[in-house]
């Protein structure tokens, strides 16, 4: 089993920016779909960013709208979610998801379905206040 860590989660101002980070322990994300959700207290997971094994591929929730920017880097088994002008509705514990995909269009598929992926992290809480 491939093991998730979610990182850069913290405290900051409405308005802010900030990057999180998903890392992958043990096997890499060679042919894994990887996505991002979140889940504020009392409330449903909520899909938030995916990306497709090759980084061309990308897709976005409604909430996020352009405020959102997911990457890739397979050299250091590491996906990123970058955001910025960060809303205290934003406010939630971020998770990374992976899903090994396979067939002729294995390299491009993106995955919205939190049922769909087999593997995730523990979670970063982010947290927009004044």
């Known amino acids: 089993q491939v093991q998730l860590e979610e990182s850069g989660g913290g405290l900051v101002q409405p308005g802010a920016s900030l990057r999180l980070s998903c890392a992958a322990s043990g096997r890499t994300f060679s042919k894994d779909a990887i996505g991002w959700f979140r889940q504020a207290p009392g409330k449903e997971r909520e899909f938030v960013a995916a990306?497709?094994?090759?980084?061309?591929?990308?897709l976005y929730g409604h909430s996020v709208k352009a405020r959102c920017t997911i990457s890739r880097d397979n050299a250091k088994n590491t996906v990123y979610l970058q955001m910025s002008n960060l809303k205290p509705e934003d406010t939630a514990v971020y998770y990374c998801?992976?899903?090994?995909?396979?067939?002729?269009?294995?390299?491009?598929?993106?995955?919205?379905?939190?049922?769909?992926?087999?593997?995730w992290g523990q979670g970063t809480q982010v947290t927009v206040s004044s």
């Open positions: 990306i497709s094994w090759n980084g061309r591929n990308t």
């Open positions: 998801a992976a899903d090994p995909v396979d067939g002729p269009w294995s390299d491009t598929i993106v995955l919205d379905t939190a049922g769909e992926y087999d593997y």
